[in-house]
């Protein structure tokens, strides 16, 4: 994935102004940055869902709009439809995109993608009868059995609980760990930023642009208490100008 001088306007307003970035396949990138500030908008313009006004952006050498079928989605509410079953969700999923296969194929494939995301006991479960976590596992597990090349996560995790939160970020490095997935998850969380990501990208308030591009050279799982993470938040939280607590902190958020 490539995006070369992205510019975006909202009327007279510049929201992202000369963005140079580059993602290699096989990357777990984190595009973090204070609400507001275009991160979700560059993430969409990346999948091919919205539109800019200069520069370009390219997935494998062609237009972002025409790479549809190399991309899955991840919102942060979960979209599913309320009234059907995990399993039909998914399969759902896989009939819009145009997955091939017979009713039985796609339903045994679905089965196994909710297997993937640790759901599988409640595929026969109605979508409004799930906790937020585990509806948020049926919209990645819908992601997931288009095939995807790239997985575009928009906040995924923004609306949960903590614990729920914390359980999903490390299913989502392991999940990478295991597959040849390229992800970038949109968060404006430092932690979550720095527990996931194998590079984190760190973008201004608006006009958008980027302070830093840092590859992250801890090992997973990755200890938020220890010396080291520490340091890589501080060091992100001083490109804001904003100070950390002393003490223990779940998290930091940039607003």
Known sequence: MDIRNLEVRFGDEVVIDG????????ELVTLLGPSGCGKSTMLRILGGLAGHHGGSVTVDGRPAAQSWDRLAYVFQAARLAPWRTALDNVVLGMKLR????????MRERARGYLETVGIGALADRPAHALSGGEQQR????????VEPSVL????????LDVQT???LRQEIVSLW???ALTIVLVTHDIEEALVVGSRVVVCSPKPTGILADIDVDMPYPRDPTTA???EHRERIADLFGSEEPAGGRTGTEVH
């Open 19 to 26: 963005i140079d970035l580059g993602i290699r396949d096989g």
């Open 98 to 105: 145009g997955v091939g296969g017979s009713r039985r194929e």
């Open 138 to 145: 049926v919209s990645i597990a819908r992601a997931l059995s």
């Open 152 to 159: 575009m996560m928009d906040e995924p995790f923004s609306a």
């Open 165 to 167: 939160r914390r359980r």
């Open 177 to 179: 760990q295991r597959t």
């Open 228 to 230: 080291e993470f520490g």
